[in-house]
């Protein structure tokens, strides 16, 4: 049996902003057991020269939205990135998780060999729908949505492995 796009990426997609929203509540009871403004971690870095950890859920969030929007051949919505507190991300999460839920799938399916044209490292690059799935739109995902926890942990929430990977 082959594996479909949409199966490949819509319940990867679903387990991710899953995670994404436990690891925020763990986030907001932390700093309430610990005394301190949970808002603080949401401009929390791993370096300085990397985006705060806000920005790594949107970041995550946009991917998946962008990038099945891109399979499907539908247009893109836009974000508003101004909304950086943990309601505004959970509001984020929530509003992504139903607009995967409503697109489509044999259109996802369908862009397999569609060539996609994107905005990657100051330039436009074009591949068929399957490259542009596996080297760009899932790796990117796993990436910011792996730093968003990095930062949780590294500021002392008591992450585990299970809550970014979830139940197995």
């Given at each position: 049996m082959a594996l479909s796009l949409s199966d490949a990426t819509l319940p990867t997609y679903r387990r991710i902003?899953?995670?994404?929203?436990?690891?925020?509540a763990m986030a907001e009871a932390h700093a309430a057991a610990h005394q301190y403004d949970p808002s603080v971690l949401l401009t929390e870095r791993l370096s300085p020269d990397m985006w705060p950890f806000a920005k790594q859920v949107q970041q995550a969030t946009a991917l998946m939205v962008r990038g099945t929007c891109r399979l499907a051949g539908i247009a893109i919505p836009s974000f508003d990135d101004s909304r950086i507190g943990f309601d505004d991300l959970r509001s984020r999460i929530a509003e992504t998780a139903a607009f995967l839920d409503g697109v489509?799938?044999?259109?996802?399916?369908?862009?397999?060999?569609?060539?996609?044209?994107f905005p990657a490292g100051g330039e436009q690059k074009t591949m068929p729908g399957l490259q542009y799935l596996q080297t760009f739109t899932l790796p990117n995902v796993w990436f910011h949505a792996t730093t968003a926890y990095n930062i949780l942990r590294h500021n002392g929430v008591p992450l585990k492995k299970s809550d970014f990977t979830g139940p197995i």
């Amino acid at each position: 049996m082959a594996l479909s796009l949409s199966d490949a990426t819509l319940p990867t997609y679903r387990r991710i902003l899953t995670s994404l929203s436990g690891m925020i509540a763990m986030a907001e009871a932390h700093a309430a057991a610990h005394q301190y403004d949970p808002s603080v971690l949401l401009t929390e870095r791993l370096s300085p020269d990397m985006w705060p950890f806000a920005k790594q859920v949107q970041q995550a969030t946009a991917l998946m939205v962008r990038g099945t929007c891109r399979l499907a051949g539908i247009a893109i919505p836009s974000f508003d990135d101004s909304r950086i507190g943990f309601d505004d991300l959970r509001s984020r999460i929530a509003e992504t998780a139903a607009f995967l839920d409503g697109v489509d799938t044999a259109a996802i399916d369908a862009g397999e060999t569609r060539m996609i044209t994107f905005p990657a490292g100051g330039e436009q690059k074009t591949m068929p729908g399957l490259q542009y799935l596996q080297t760009f739109t899932l790796p990117n995902v796993w990436f910011h949505a792996t730093t968003a926890y990095n930062i949780l942990r590294h500021n002392g929430v008591p992450l585990k492995k299970s809550d970014f990977t979830g139940p197995i």
